[in-house]
């Protein structure tokens, strides 16, 4: 039990290097796969999550335990079952087309994994039918989509309305995000879900899969 | 006769070292060659080929003496004019003239308090203002016009602010045609292309990506403005901790170095075409991961990066006048004096921005009417004291004596106008005049003015000649978007 609080402690700390330490001694030592996750690795990135939002915690901060929970989470997946590892869900994201803005969108990507997601990154400039294609070949939940220009957020509409023309946007949700959209503007173009910022669209992503 | 006598004919400010400014200098050339550009046009990678930058894919590693080329052939100053041919911004040295920002997705409303999007008739009313203030020098749009087609908003944008304001104007482009159509509408309100081009009255705004990154849109308007020899700011906007280093002297040889390969491949397509070195440079508030307006970083860094500007006697856009506050209020004004003296005394030339509030999401008028009593103030502060012989008035001191007065004194009568600034917002009243006149806080008279302006002043209109043409290029684009 003190082991999995030690891996939480790296994982709050940001240190990748002890955490991946801690979790092969974990491993090593025969503590069940699944325990490690949530006792330890996701059980440090929820205090995380906390202390963020009591603005406790910066962003370069939340990024580390992130790193330090997905580095640990790498080595513990191989030992997961498939049926412990379904439950998770899949996200399919990307910056619109006509966009080259990508940072925000990699942090919420990043997130969305260290909360154990399979994410879907699909880049930037990306067009309408490769959102279709991609939730086509993964089925995913959740779709996601940014942009930074004014000009380009408009083309989230058309991925929404492609995504209605195959016949694919009731099995999925749709969450967007960047610099100039606004609830309003999601609300508008029939989107599921808008968060400002990174650490909201995890918890916004989480509250979508129910 | 007086030997080895040194004037200071303003206040000085200074941020960093010439040393300083050559180590900036010399990292940005490092950045160039070791790390390079990505550039997504294709026009621009074989300009830079061919004149002997590294180019594989879309990343181009430019060798330093290929911007120390563009620092010689780029003019050290661009000048631009009033609708009714006044060559009344002169950017060069440490000129200062201040305006406002562009494209804020909302305004707040001045008559019901509400944030809204932008309507067309929002951009004429703040260009209007901008026209009747005496500190604002040129316009901007302030807001994103969202109540016409989308495609073609950028000529209506642009439309809005030539009918309300003689001022120089400086606006943004959707795309290469956007741009032309807004070259034409320009061109046909001042008699011709011609005209435009030896006295330009317009600038287009745009920017790289950063980290290092030029975007096919901006590098077509770029090399298209370059080829018009039409002035071009081109802005860096870079988040210190985020899309650049978290320490300001690394802030500021990234963004330095995405300035310098923007005007390389502008002078490489035409050399000596006006150019205008821009930067937005702040921190990402590491809590809200905002893109802070008001943050000392952000008044700080842009001092440096005027230092660096002067050295390189280059123009330079720059930017103050802002908050991150959503409303206009005591925050809004700490943060928009601030960065409007910094940038006063810094000397920088083009400094936009003024009347943003909400980190730039939201336009403000009283946030622009505001900052321009604010200029007022910095605009004294920064022109210091004069001192010869009439101004020390050891005569006039003779004259009246110890006890005496020097209110009815003509040296008195003569100076006290050139030497005082006079508020038009800030209250000085004594306190029951105040009262009586309603004890009103600076936001109310604030908010006042605006609709004073709004209700009185008139711009001076185009000329009938230009009207049916700007009229016609702003129709046939709303056609040509409908198909």
């Given at each position: 039990m003190a082991f999995f609080e030690e891996i939480a402690s790296a994982v709050i700390a940001g240190d990748p290097a002890k955490s991946q330490e801690l979790v092969r001694k974990a491993l090593d030592g025969g503590a069940k796969p699944l325990d490690i996750v949530d006792q330890g690795l996701m059980a440090g990135m929820n205090v995380v999550g906390e202390r963020f939002k009591r603005c406790d915690m910066f962003v370069p901060e939340v990024l580390m335990a992130a790193k330090a929970m997905n580095m640990g989470l790498d080595l513990v997946k191989p030992h997961l079952d498939s049926a412990s590892r379904a439950g998770t869900g899949t996200v399919v994201i990307g910056t619109v087309k006509g966009d080259l803005h990508d940072i925000g969108k990699n942090l919420v990507a990043m997130l969305l994994e260290s909360k154990g997601l399979n994410v879907v990154n699909l880049g930037v400039d990306v067009s309408a039918e490769t959102f279709v294609n991609a939730v086509k070949q993964h089925s995913p939940q959740i779709v996601g989509m940014s942009a930074l220009l004014t000009t380009t957020m408009l083309v989230m509409k058309d991925v929404i309305d492609a995504l209605k023309e195959a016949n694919l946007r009731d099995s999925v949700k749709v969450m967007i995000g960047g610099a100039p959209v606004t609830q309003d503007f999601a609300t508008e173009i029939g989107a599921d879900g808008y968060a400002p910022d990174a650490v909201t669209a995890t918890d916004l992503a989480k509250g979508l899969l129910g | 006769m007086r030997s080895n006598y040194k004037v200071n004919a303003s206040a000085q400010f200074q941020v960093l070292s010439i040393d300083q400014v050559e180590e900036i200098h010399r990292a940005s050339l490092e950045v160039l060659e070791r790390v390079g550009v990505e550039v997504y046009y294709d026009e621009a990678l074989a300009l830079l080929k061919a004149a002997g930058a590294h180019v594989k894919g879309n990343r181009a590693r430019i060798p330093s003496s290929l911007v120390e080329k563009a620092l010689r052939t780029a003019p050290s100053r661009v000048t631009l004019s009033t609708?009714?041919?006044?060559?009344?911004v002169r950017l060069e040295a440490h000129n200062i003239y201040f305006g406002t920002g562009s494209d804020c997705p909302f305004i707040l409303d001045s008559y019901t308090g509400v944030r809204r999007k932008v309507t067309k008739d929002d951009v004429c009313k703040a260009a209007t203002i901008c026209d009747a203030l005496?500190?604002?020098d040129f316009v901007m749009s302030l807001g994103l016009v969202s109540d016409v087609p989308s495609l073609s908003s950028d000529r209506h944008q642009f439309e809005a602010m030539l009918m309300n304001t003689v001022k120089p104007i400086v606006f943004t482009a959707h795309d290469l045609e956007g741009y032309n159509d807004i070259v034409d509408m320009a061109a046909a309100s001042v008699g011709g292309l011609e005209e435009l081009q030896a006295n330009p009255t317009i600038c287009l705004y745009t920017e790289p990506i950063s980290p290092l990154k030029h975007a096919k849109e901006s590098v077509t308007k770029l090399l298209r403005t370059a080829q018009m020899r039409i002035p071009v700011v081109y802005t860096p906007c870079v988040m210190a901790?985020?899309?650049?280093?978290?320490?300001l002297a690394g802030a500021l040889v990234t963004g330095n170095a995405e300035s310098l390969s923007g005007m390389v491949i502008h002078q490489l397509k035409n050399p000596g075409a006006p150019f205008i070195i821009g930067g937005v440079y702040t921190i990402m508030?590491?809590?809200?991961t905002i893109f802070s307006y008001g943050a000392p970083e952000f008044t700080l860094l842009h001092a440096a990066f005027a230092d660096l500007s002067h050295y390189y006697r280059k123009p330079i856009f720059s930017t103050a006048?802002?908050?991150?506050?959503?409303?206009?209020?005591e925050q809004a004004a700490i943060e928009a004096a601030l960065s409007c003296l910094v940038a006063a005394q810094s000397g920088a030339n083009l400094i936009h921005?003024?009347?943003?509030i909400e980190y730039g999401s939201t336009g403000s008028y009283e946030m622009l009417v505001m900052s321009d009593e604010i200029i007022g103030m910095v605009k004294r502060i920064v022109r210091g004291i004069e001192v010869n012989d009439d101004t020390l008035a050891v005569d006039v001191i003779d004259r009246v004596g110890?006890?005496?007065?020097?209110?009815?004194?003509e040296h008195t009568l003569r100076h006290f106008k050139n030497q005082t600034w006079f508020p038009r917002l800030i209250d000085r009243n004594r306190y029951d005049q105040w009262a009586a006149m309603g004890a009103t806080t600076m936001g109310e008279r604030t908010k006042a003015k605006v609709q004073e302006i709004l209700a009185t002043h008139k711009p001076l209109a185009v000329p009938d000649a230009g009207l049916k043409a700007i009229e016609g290029i702003v129709s046939r684009a709303d056609a040509k978007y409908k198909e």
């Open positions: - | 609708r009714d041919g006044k060559r009344s005496p500190n604002i901790g985020a899309t650049v280093p978290a320490t508030d590491m809590q809200s006048g802002c908050t991150d506050s959503k409303i206009v209020d921005d003024v009347g943003y110890p006890g005496g007065h020097f209110l009815s004194e």
